[in-house]
């Protein structure tokens, strides 16, 4: 009897062992309307071991008059998806010098960016392994892959907030795998993405902070892959302190591959006080003598950054031409401290991590310090005024 059902199944769906009459995906689409349950069953299996050959038809059958056939298609797609998904990692993974397969979700835009290397598709590969929805969704539905997007920050803050309340008051708790960090500035950078609606921001600022972040971009074979990733993110993402925050590691970093961004949005009239602001202390770390050029139109902006009071009585306003004075002074090779900065608030480093330490108490002390700065200029920078900042990134030595 057994065999006499395993007769009429073959003849029903078509022996995939049989040469001459092999079931194609469409086939086998229409057999999941059978009034037999095991035709059906049947069907469906040789549909997924399919894996990327029944994409197309699936996807196809999604659309069948039969609301039975639609309705198990949009079933059978996401394994049949993930089968072909994973023939295509594979594929990509096993040999780094063949062209990597069509159809994985943005990763032309991802090798564009990093450059094609073994590293870059083990990067790309472990961000897919946790990440597709969002990575396909980016490609179908970018409102949606927004979403995916803020449960992602949400989760992240979630578990760093989780850590605090259990005495662990680190930042790193934010991440739950090395690709979190690949998959932040895949998609905070990404223009396609309205992450305003989102309340992501507020909450994705975390990953940034801990050790985590500055670490990819100096240690490990991965480090190469991780900055360019990160370069293309600081000159898109349009959060202001999320920049600043990327500029501060970029110079922590100690990655002259920022100066032309840097020396870019300085250059462009519509960026606002603040992200300017912390670009010029990205120079203190990262640019030279040649650079004090980009920062002489800002020397008589007066348009106000922060006020800050730093727990000392000592309450400070920050305007942009203080900000560009101080970070000229150390361009110069000179002594904060010589023009009006207390040099002491930058936390002993050659360079202050942020603008706010960049601030006067009161506007006769500032006039004082910016005539002080003009009359040293005048007389030791003529040479500097007269050249033009390069934007190339410096040699390395």
Known sequence: MSALITLTLAAAVGSPSSPSTPPTPADLVQKLGDKSFRVRHEAANLLVRHGSAAVAALTEGMKHTDPEVSERCRLLLPQAEALERTEKLAQLLADPTAPPPKGLAGLDQF????????????????????????????????????????????????????????????????????????????????????KNTTRAFGRNYVLLNGTRAQTSLTTGERAPVMRKLFLNWLENDPDTNLQSRGFQLAAQAKMPEALPIAVKLLQKKESNQFGKAQVMTTLAGLGTKEHIKLLEPYLSDAAQVTSVNFGNGRQTTVQLRDVAMGVSVQLAGQKPNDFGFDGSQFGGANFPSSYIYFGFTDDKARDDAHAKWKDWAAKNLKSASKSEPKAAVPEKK
Not at 163 to 187: C, E, H, N
């Open 111 to 194: 090798l564009k960016i990093t450059g094609d290397s073994k590293i870059a598709r083990e990067v790309y590969a472990e961000l897919m392994g946790i990440f597709f929805k969002a990575m396909e969704l980016r490609e179908k539905d970018p409102k949606a892959a927004a979403e995916e997007y803020r449960q992602f920050c949400d989760e992240a803050y979630a578990r760093y907030r989780a850590a605090m309340q259990a005495g662990r008051y680190t930042p790193d708790a934010a991440y739950s795998s090395p690709a979190d960090l690949t998959f932040f500035y895949v998609f905070s950078g990404d223009p396609r993405l309205d």
